[in-house]
């Protein structure tokens, strides 16, 4: 059941909230976290169905704040959606019109969930700052993706000038398969690592992100490749034994070639957005090796440019 509230006030919201919760029990008490998201009109159906089905496994109170029209009289129009409607938690859209899209902190704080962490979600571009950003400030955890920006590589850079602890970038989270993949390869026997390569489409900062990682582990030079994509289609380790080959064209399946041994299929599909977020949902505190490899990433490039 969906409740419709036009018009309507922080207050308003949190007293149809307890009252639903006192008609159908439980409600807000079992929920894990807050999830806040910042979209506009055009990104919000996608955006809301993939924090409700990342949902299921983090059970989320969802606040999708959703600015309009900037020149309108300041109001809110609420849209209520009750816990097995949209996931196994409440879900919150708020249609923010006017100045007050300017001070959605105020909107989003009387509805947070007490005693739960909040994450705060930017699925189109996001903030250059996101920890002094207002509703940001209000957030453990702060999720932004670089790859929505017009520029995705100078945009991830700029907003790795001004990390703080809690920040991260699902062009991280993007690569975990194939870090994965790459940890399992190495810790087999394979020689000496003199250098790599990462192969992908321009303007992907997910692949610098994999290079500076694999730069930093391996403590090597790393080069960028370009390719047609779609996004990472291969990392190369030389080796003093041969080269250790992972190449991924068609976005699905990978083949692993090793010297000495047969050619190997690897599922290795592209991560869905759900995938993405749902992985990010598990852990509130820091990610360092984020942090060290974005750094390092932003380093990388602009010794490059």
């Given at each position: 059941?969906?409740?419709?509230?036009?018009?309507?006030?922080?207050?308003q919201?949190?007293?149809?909230?307890?009252?639903e919760?006192?008609?159908?029990?439980?409600?807000?008490?079992?929920?894990?976290?807050?999830?806040?998201?910042?979209?506009?009109?055009?990104?919000?159906?996608?955006?809301?169905?993939?924090?409700?089905?990342a949902?299921?496994?983090?059970?989320?109170?969802?606040?999708?704040?959703?600015?309009?029209?900037?020149?309108?009289?300041?109001?809110?129009?609420?849209?209520?959606?009750?816990?097995?409607?949209?996931?196994?938690?409440?879900?919150?859209?708020?249609?923010?019109?006017?100045?007050?899209?300017?001070?959605?902190?105020?909107?989003?704080?009387?509805?947070?969930?007490?005693?739960?962490?909040?994450?705060?979600?930017?699925?189109?571009?996001?903030?250059?700052?996101?920890?002094?950003?207002?509703?940001?400030?209000?957030?453990?955890?702060?999720?932004?993706?670089?790859?929505?920006?017009?520029?995705?590589?100078?945009?991830?850079?700029?907003?790795?000038?001004?990390?703080?602890?809690?920040?991260?970038?699902?062009?991280?989270?993007?690569?975990?398969?194939?870090?994965?993949?790459?940890?399992?390869?190495?810790?087999?026997?394979?020689?000496?690592?003199?250098?790599?390569t990462?192969?992908?489409?321009p303007?992907?900062?997910?692949?610098?992100?994999?290079?500076?990682?694999?730069?930093?582990?391996?403590?090597?030079?790393?080069?960028?490749?370009?390719?047609?994509?779609?996004?990472?289609?291969?990392?190369?380790?030389?080796?003093?034994?041969?080269?250790?080959?992972?190449?991924?064209?068609?976005?699905?399946?990978?083949?692993?070639?090793?010297?000495?041994?047969?050619?190997?299929?690897?599922?290795?599909?592209?991560?869905?957005?759900?995938?993405?977020l749902?992985?990010?949902?598990?852990?509130?505190?820091?990610?360092?090796?984020?942090?060290?490899?974005?750094?390092?990433?932003?380093?990388?490039?602009?010794?490059?440019?």
């Amino acid at each position: 059941m969906t409740l419709y509230l036009p018009r309507t006030t922080t207050s308003q919201i949190s007293e149809t909230l307890a009252a639903e919760r006192h008609s159908v029990g439980g409600g807000a008490m079992n929920l894990v976290l807050t999830l806040i998201i910042v979209t506009n009109e055009a990104d919000h159906y996608d955006a809301v169905r993939t924090a409700t089905e990342a949902g299921h496994e983090h059970p989320s109170r969802i606040l999708a704040l959703i600015r309009r029209d900037p020149e309108a009289e300041s109001a809110i129009d609420a849209e209520i959606r009750r816990p097995g409607t949209a996931g196994p938690g409440e879900a919150l859209l708020l249609r923010i019109f006017g100045p007050l899209g300017e001070h959605v902190d105020s909107v989003v704080t009387p509805l947070l969930v007490p005693d739960a962490p909040a994450v705060v979600w930017w699925p189109g571009e996001g903030p250059a700052d996101p920890a002094s950003d207002p509703v940001g400030r209000l957030a453990q955890r702060r999720i932004t993706d670089a790859l929505r920006a017009a520029d995705p590589v100078a945009d991830m850079i700029g907003r790795v000038r001004n990390y703080r602890p809690g920040d991260t970038d699902l062009t991280w989270t993007r690569v975990t398969p194939w870090r994965s993949l790459l940890a399992s390869t190495m810790d087999q026997r394979i020689g000496w690592v003199r250098s790599a390569t990462v192969a992908a489409e321009p303007h992907f900062p997910s692949a610098d992100l994999l290079a500076a990682w694999l730069s930093q582990q391996l403590d090597v030079p790393v080069e960028r490749e370009i390719s047609k994509g779609p996004a990472i289609t291969g990392a190369v380790l030389h080796t003093d034994e041969g080269d250790i080959s992972i190449n991924r064209l068609d976005g699905r399946v990978a083949s692993l070639t090793r010297p000495g041994q047969p050619e190997q299929a690897v599922a290795l599909p592209l991560r869905r957005p759900t995938d993405a977020l749902t992985e990010e949902l598990r852990r509130l505190d820091p990610d360092e090796i984020y942090e060290r490899s974005a750094k390092h990433m932003a380093e990388l490039v602009e010794a490059n440019a």
